[in-house]
């Protein structure tokens, strides 16, 4: 069973930046895509960004475009989000998510459903 922990959660204003992290139990390069969920008080389970195996695609929800970016080490086994011009709207309990499906096409990796492994979630919080 894999595991993941998060870390880099926290409470900041509104403009600030976060780093979360995101370590896995087995090697992330066996992990053929991996990737962040957040959900809100109330709301549903939101995609919020995801990256392929290799690293070389990446992809994210329209309201993080431009502010939020992933990356992985796979030396590391450890995948990050960094958080840029964070807004009061982007307080959540972030997920990370990681899952081994093949053949996945650029619309697989925004469903929760093609992740298998899930972390237990780190709370990001920002004031206005």
């Known amino acids: 069973q894999v595991q993941l922990v998060e870390s880099g959660g926290g409470l900041v204003q509104a403009g600030a930046s976060l780093r979360l992290s995101c370590a896995a139990s087995?090697?992330?390069?066996?992990?053929?895509?991996m990737g962040w969920f957040r959900q809100a008080p109330g709301k549903e389970r939101e995609f919020v960004s995801a990256?392929?195996?290799?690293?070389?695609?990446?992809y994210y929800g329209d309201s993080v475009k431009g502010r939020f970016t992933i990356s992985k080490d796979n030396v590391q086994n450890t995948v990050y989000l960094q958080m840029n011009s964070l807004k009061p709207e982007d307080t959540a309990v972030y997920y990370c998510?990681?899952?081994?499906?093949?053949?996945?096409?650029?619309?697989?990796?925004?469903?929760?459903?093609?992740?298998?492994?899930w972390g237990q979630g780190t709370q990001v919080s920002v004031s206005s």
């Open positions: 998510a990681a899952g081994r499906r093949i053949g996945l096409r650029s619309n697989d990796y925004y469903q929760a459903g093609n992740y298998a492994y």
């Open positions: 087995e090697r992330t390069a066996s992990m053929t895509n």
């Open positions: 990256i392929s195996r290799s690293g070389g695609s990446t």
